[in-house]
């Protein structure tokens, strides 16, 4: 007699919703090195292109963790949602203009040199980039606060 393996449920995989995120998030780097680079006026900015990697790096490999342990969680992300409050609403329409505004500024500063900070300054503000990025991926979704992004250890 043979024996047929055993039936597992089927694994989920990236959707249209995953696919959004990730084109999304691509779409939003590309945006944000333009405006660090244009306000510049030069693309030698080693802090911008410090800050760009750092970026690019913890938000691949989170996702591509996220996507590999549980791509359902990148699919509901990049979902669409319809009953968002009004307050989020706003939230999202300003947040990107504070972003973008302080990228901006961020740019005009080196140009023109208006500040001077130290390289010590500069290594401490990516490591709170990169604990930012991954406070990303350990952190309840907002639209699930019950569970962690993270697998189980039990």
């Known amino acids: 007699m043979e024996s047929s393996p055993p039936v597992t449920a089927a694994r989920a995989r990236l959707n249209h919703n ?11 780097t590309i945006v944000q090195a333009t405006v660090l680079f244009l306000s510049a006026g030069t693309w030698r900015w080693p802090a911008a292109w410090a800050y760009l990697g750092v970026y690019v790096v913890c938000y691949t490999a989170g996702l591509t963790w996220v996507a590999m342990v549980n791509p359902a969680v990148i699919n509901e992300r990049g979902r ?8 989020d ?12 505004g302080g990228l901006f500024l961020g740019g005009l500063d080196f140009r023109f040199g208006w500040s001077a900070v130290p390289p010590a300054l500069h290594v401490a503000g990516l490591a709170l980039v990169v604990v930012a990025l991954c406070l990303l991926y350990t952190s309840p979704s907002p639209r699930d606060r019950t569970r962690s992004r993270m697998p189980s250890s039990a």
């Open 80 to 87: 669409r949602a319809d009953n968002v409050e009004a307050f």
């Open 18 to 28: 995953g696919a959004r995120l990730f084109l999304g998030i691509a779409i939003y």
């Open 89 to 100: 609403r706003r939230f999202h329409r300003l947040m990107p203009l504070l972003i973008f």
